[in-house]
C-alpha cells in the first residue's frame, strides 16, 4: 500500500489552526493529516487490529446476551492504535491528543481507522489474489 509523505509543517499547521468553516473535507483530511501521522508499518498494523478487535468484540458482546459489554468498544479500539503511536511513530502526543483534538471532528479519526483497515485488508487481498494467478 502506498502512503503519501507528509504535507510540510508550515501546511499541516494551516490545517491544525483552521477554524470550522475552513476544514478541509474527510477526504483532504485523510490524505494530509491522518496518513502521515500513520506513516509506520507497524503502528497502521497496530491500528488495523484494533479496529478488527473492537469490532469482534462488539458482535461478541451482543451475541453474548451481555451488551453492556460492547460499551468497553473505545478501549479496545484505541489502545492498540495509542501503543502504536508511542513504540512506533514516536509520536505520542498525537495518539494521547485525539480526544481533546480541536482541529478535526473527532469521529473523523474512527473514520479514518475504519477506511484504513478496509484499504489494507483489499490491499492484502489484492496482493494474495495477484500470487494465486501466477
Do not use: K
Request: some cysteine; aromatic content about 8%.
Amino acid at each position: 500500500m502506498h502512503i503519501e509523505p507528509p504535507p510540510s509543517p508550515a501546511r499541516r499547521q494551516d490545517a491544525a489552526c483552521a477554524p470550522a468553516a475552513a476544514r478541509p473535507d474527510f477526504d483532504t483530511f485523510y490524505r494530509d493529516t491522518f496518513l502521515p501521522e500513520h506513516a509506520a508499518p507497524a503502528n497502521v498494523a497496530l491500528h488495523v487490529a484494533g479496529t478488527l478487535a473492537s469490532a469482534a468484540f462488539v458482535v461478541m458482546a451482543l451475541a453474548s446476551g451481555a451488551p453492556a459489554w460492547a460499551l468497553a468498544y473505545p478501549v479496545v479500539h484505541a489502545v492498540p492504535g495509542l501503543l502504536g503511536h508511542r513504540l512506533f511513530e514516536r509520536n505520542a502526543a498525537v495518539g494521547d491528543l485525539r480526544v481533546t483534538r480541536r482541529d478535526f471532528p473527532p469521529w473523523w479519526f474512527i473514520a479514518a481507522n475504519h477506511r484504513l483497515t478496509v484499504q489494507v485488508l483489499r490491499a492484502g487481498l489484492l496482493r494474495s489474489g495477484r500470487r494465486s494467478r501466477r
